[in-house]
Structure formats: structure tokens, C-alpha cells
T-cell receptor
Framework: DTAVSQTPKYLVTQMGNDKSIKCEQNLGHDTMYWYKQDSKKFLKIMFSYNNKELIINETVPNRFSPKSPDKAHLNLHINSLELGDSAVYFC???????????????FGPGTRLLVL | EDQVTQSPEALRLQEGESSSLNCSYTVSGLRGLFWYRQDPGKGPEFLFT???AGEEKEKERLKATLTKKESFLHITAPKPEDSATYLC??????????FGSGTRLSIRP
């Protein structure tokens, strides 16, 4: 009965390929996020969506494009993968916008992306 | 600019040896301070949210406290299963939360 789930768990691919990561939450939350965790374990926000609307769009390459078909799903598509994209990507959700309301975020298990 | 600094970077304790982890923050208009636990290969697991200076929260061997400039995560009589990376994050007025780099806690039996 997972609250925030991501697929796939592992993703190994060649440079230049296009790949997608999917995220689903069954908590009934309005806001979903994508984070990138680098090799030094720093968690950095990439995007957030509130009720299917893009709210936060940090300085990430245009090759990264989020898509929210409904408020329970937030997918991340990455074009033309580069070596530097190798990292762990986490999806999270909160009842409302964190920071603005101080709501707690709940994280998925992560997707480990390795670009060769 | 909003900033979160955690110390120490790594901490090794003997089982039963109590200690504290520090999270210093600079944020314009604190909306919430969050503590998470992260085990290797897993996502961050929520522990506590603190909203105002003087607030304290407890869960088993963990106790989180908050002042206007920092938060402490006190661990009392830790066990090996408490070994993990502990992450601190703050939410401010920019509608996003900023994470610190974490403290890797290791408890020896």
C-alpha cells in the first residue's frame, strides 16, 4: 500500500537516449515534486506541480520536461541524456505547497539513473 | 538567500551514547523546519515538522528542537538501527523547501 511510488527503480541507458520516469501518489495530495540527489547526497528541487499546474521550475536544462496528467501523477521525461544526468531522482508529494504553507513532503523510493 | 547547514557531516557513536545533530538555517520567513531520515538506497522518510522557536517534538529515541537560528536532533541511547543519514530542510516564503547536505550517523554495537 505504497503512498508515493516511482517506476522504474533502476534505469541504465546510453548517452543521447530519451527516457521517462513515472510517479504516482495515493495520498490525495495536491502538490507533487521532482528532486535530484547527486553523488554527494544533496537533494535539490527541480519542479513542482500543484493540481496539474507547474509552480516551481528551477534552473534545469530544457531536456527535462515534467508532465502531470492528473494530480495523482507526475512524470519526468528526459531527452538526449548526458553523463551528468546520472543521479537518483525522487518524486514527492504534499497536501499543499511546502514552504508556502509549511506542509510536510512525502518521498518515493527513488529512481537510480545511470547514463553510460 | 535561504541556506541550510548541517553538522557534523558524519558522526560515529557507540550504542547507548547520546548525542545531537545540528541544523543551522537562514530563511526569510520560516514556514516549517523538517527532519527526515534516509537509509541507503531509499527515499527520505519523514520524522518531524517544527513551526516556531521553542517547539519540541519526540519520537522514540529522537527529539527535535527549534530556535530562531537552528534546530537540533537529539538522539538518546541510540541503537544500531538508528544508523542512517539525517536530513534537515526548511520551508520559507519561496514556496519550496531547501535541504541540507545531511549528517551520516553510524551506531556501533
Amino acid at each position: 500500500d505504497t503512498a508515493v511510488s516511482q517506476t522504474p527503480k533502476y534505469l541504465v541507458t546510453q548517452m543521447g537516449n530519451d527516457k521517462s520516469i513515472k510517479c504516482e501518489q495515493n495520498l490525495g495530495h495536491d502538490t507533487m515534486y521532482w528532486y535530484k540527489q547527486d553523488s554527494k547526497k544533496f537533494l535539490k528541487i527541480m519542479f513542482s506541480y500543484n493540481n496539474k499546474e507547474l509552480i516551481i521550475n528551477e534552473t534545469v536544462p530544457n531536456r527535462f520536461s515534467p508532465k502531470s496528467p492528473d494530480k495523482a501523477h507526475l512524470n519526468l521525461h528526459i531527452n538526449s541524456l548526458e553523463l551528468g544526468d546520472s543521479a537518483v531522482y525522487f518524486c514527492a508529494s504534499s497536501q499543499d505547497l511546502s514552504g508556502g504553507s509549511g506542509e510536510t513532503q512525502y518521498f518515493g523510493p527513488g529512481t537510480r539513473l545511470l547514463v553510460l | 538567500e535561504d541556506q541550510v547547514t548541517q553538522s557534523p557531516e558524519a558522526l560515529r557513536l557507540q550504542e547507548g551514547e547520546s548525542s545531537s545533530l545540528n541544523c543551522s538555517y537562514t530563511v526569510s520567513g520560516l514556514r516549517g523546519l523538517f527532519w527526515y531520515r534516509q537509509d541507503p538506497g531509499k527515499g527520505p522518510e519523514f520524522l518531524f515538522t517544527l513551526y516556531s522557536a521553542g517547539e519540541e517534538k519526540e519520537k522514540e529515541r529522537l527529539k527535535a528542537t527549534l530556535t530562531k537560528k537552528e534546530s537540533f536532533l537529539h538522539i538518546t541511547a541510540p541503537k544500531p538501527e538508528d544508523s542512517a543519514t539525517y536530513l534537515c530542510a526548511v520551508g520559507g516564503g519561496a514556496s519550496k523547501i531547501i535541504f541540507g547536505s545531511g549528517t551520516r550517523l553510524s551506531i556501533r554495537p
